[in-house]
C-alpha cells in the first residue's frame, strides 16, 4: 500500500477535479504490475496496473488507493477492470465519497465473490487526497493560507516592499503547489502592490486559475494577472456596471455577489469555486484577505514561511480577526516544521473554536 500511495502522488497538477489514486499488482508476495492515474480523462490507476501484469493479475491481490469507480464516466467502471483481470483480493485504503461510487465498487466486487478489505494506509490516503475528499463531502474547495513573514510578523515594510522576504527554495516550493491546486487567490491590495501573474514559472506544470478579490474594484484592469486565459474577478453586485462590463470585455469572468460596505461574503465565493469545479485554492494574500478567510472560517490549512528577518513597523501577516480573549485564538493541529535553506516552513490545519451558540 505504501508504494501504491506513492504512485498516486505522480498524478498531482495533472488529475484534478479528480482523485491521486495509486495500484499495485501482487501475486505470490511480488509485484507484477503496477500504474497511477496520471491524467484526467485517462485511464485509470488499476488499468496501468493491469497492463503491466498482464496474465499474471490472475488470482493476484490489487492494493489500491481508492475506492474502485463502478459507473461509466469517461472510462468504464474500475470494477469490470478488475474482474475481467481475475483479482481474487482487493484492499483499498478508503471509500470514495463520490455519490456515483460511495460503496459500491466495494459492494459490487463483494458480491462477485472477492475478499474486499478497506482501511490500510487510510490516514496517508485521505491526507493526499484532502481536496478531492472535502470537495465530494461538502462541493467546497480546500483552501490552504500560504504566507511569507519576517520573524516578527511582516509582509511588507511600511513602504510596501514585498520582495523578496522568503528565500529562492520557498518560492520554488510555491510555484509547485500553484502547479498542485487549481485556484490561487490574492486580494485588490496584492494586485495593487505586486501586480502578480500568479502562475507558474520556477517548476513545470499547469498554472492555476488566478482570482482576485476586489469588493471595491480598486484593481486595474491592466493588471497583469487579467491578462490570463480563465482569470476571475470577484467582486460586489453593487460594483460600477460599467467597470464589469470593461472586465468581461477583455475576457475575464466576472462573479457578483452581495456585499456589506464592499465586503463579500468570502464562503458564497467558495461555494461559487466549487461549483466550478475547483477542488483547491491556494490563498496568497495579503493581509487582509487572509484575515477575512480566517473570520469566514473557510481555511483549512495554513503554510507559513518564517524568514530570519526583522522588519519592525510593516504590514502586518494576518489583519484584524476580532479575537480579544485567548481562549477564541485559532488553534493549529498537525503542526510540521520543514527548513527551506534559511526560512522555516510552517504547516498546520486550523482548528476553529465552536461558537457561543
Avoid at 38 to 57: I, K, R, T, W, Y
Avoid at 110 to 137: D, I, P, T
Amino acid at each position: 500500500m505504501r508504494r501504491a500511495l506513492r504512485l498516486a502522488l505522480k498524478g498531482r497538477g495533472k488529475v484534478s477535479p479528480n482523485p491521486l489514486v495509486g495500484a499495485v499488482v501482487v501475486r505470490q508476495g511480488r509485484v507484477v504490475g503496477e500504474g497511477a492515474h496520471l491524467q484526467d480523462g485517462g485511464p485509470h490507476a488499476e488499468v496501468h496496473a493491469f497492463a503491466a501484469a498482464g496474465a499474471q493479475s490472475q488470482g493476484a491481490t490489487l492494493y489500491v488507493t481508492l475506492e474502485p469507480c463502478a459507473h461509466q464516466g469517461r472510462t468504464p467502471p474500475c470494477t469490470a477492470a478488475i474482474l475481467a483481470a481475475g483479482i481474487r483480493r482487493v484492499v483499498c485504503a478508503l471509500e470514495d465519497p463520490d455519490p456515483r461510487v460511495r460503496g459500491k465498487g466495494i459492494a459490487q466486487l463483494r458480491a462477485a465473490g472477492l475478499q474486499v478489505e478497506v482501511g490500510l494506509g487510510r490516514e496517508e490516503a485521505e491526507r493526499q487526497n484532502a481536496a478531492y475528499l472535502k470537495h465530494r463531502r461538502t462541493g467546497l474547495p480546500l483552501v490552504i493560507l500560504k504566507l511569507a513573514q519576517s520573524l516578527d510578523g511582516r509582509i511588507a515594510t511600511a513602504a510596501g516592499d514585498t520582495r523578496w522576504i522568503s528565500g529562492e527554495k520557498a518560492r520554488t516550493l510555491v510555484h509547485r503547489w500553484r502547479n498542485w491546486t487549481d485556484g490561487v487567490m490574492v486580494g485588490a491590495g496584492t494586485v495593487l502592490a505586486d501586480d502578480p501573474l500568479l502562475d507558474v514559472r520556477l517548476v513545470r506544470g499547469r498554472p492555476p486559475r488566478p482570482l482576485v478579490v476586489d469588493g471595491r474594484l480598486r484593481a486595474p484592469l491592466q493588471a497583469r494577472v487579467f491578462q490570463r486565459p480563465g482569470a476571475v474577478l470577484v467582486t460586489a453586485q453593487s460594483a460600477p456596471l460599467a467597470t464589469r462590463r470593461a472586465f468581461a470585455a477583455q475576457g475575464v469572468e466576472v462573479w457578483t455577489f452581495p456585499s456589506r460596505a464592499g465586503r463579500l461574503d468570502l464562503r458564497q465565493v467558495l461555494e461559487r469555486a466549487g461549483n466550478e469545479g475547483l477542488t483547491s485554492i491556494l490563498l496568497e494574500g495579503g493581509g487582509l484577505l487572509a484575515a477575512a478567510a480566517l473570520r469566514a472560517r473557510i481555511v483549512d490549512q495554513v503554510r507559513i514561511f518564517v524568514a530570519p528577518c526583522l522588519i519592525g513597523e510593516g504590514v502586518p501577516a494576518i489583519g484584524e480577526l476580532g479575537i480579544r480573549r485567548l481562549a477564541q485564538a485559532l488553534r493549529l493541529e498537525k503542526v510540521a516544521l520543514r527548513r527551506l535553506g534559511p526560512d522555516l516552513l510552517y504547516t498546520a490545519e486550523v482548528k476553529y473554536p465552536c461558537s457561543p451558540d
